[in-house]
Nanobody, 127 residues
């Protein structure tokens, strides 16, 4: 799977950004296979963390620190996933990564390790 992010940049605190990720090369070995699509970030000096994930049916999970400010969405027809980030804070400054993980019917999407990653897009929030 190839994932390509876009939409990062430099903004001031309180402003918004929308990240996009388009993917290709998905494979479905069984009729029940599907992909969890997620956004992770790595802030300076910290470990990478999952911040939002979305299942094929649109169900979502968010990290507490971004709940109410970030919205993840996906367009299955275009193999795309988006992250709308509002009310950005200084601590949101990070490299943001799109990730995809193929799962089976018994798995709920979450922030477990993903096999497929984009190259990352930088988000910088200043005061």
């Amino acid at each position: 799977v190839k994932l390509v992010e876009s939409g990062g940049g430099s903004v001031q605190a309180g402003e918004s950004l929308r990240l996009s990720c388009t993917g290709s090369g998905y494979t479905y070995p069984s009729p029940n296979s599907r992909y969890c699509m997620s956004w992770f970030r790595q802030r300076p000096g910290l470990e990478r963390e999952g911040i939002a994930t979305i299942d094929k049916d649109g169900s979502t999970v968010y990290r507490d620190s971004v709940k109410g400010r970030f919205t993840i969405s996906r367009d299955n027809t275009k193999n795309a996933v988006f992250l709308q980030m509002n009310s950005l804070k200084l601590e949101d400054t990070a490299m943001y990564y799109c990730a995809a993980q193929r799962v089976g019917p018994a798995v709920t999407c979450g922030f477990f390790e993903h096999d497929n990653w984009g190259q990352g897009t930088q988000v910088t929030v200043s005061s």
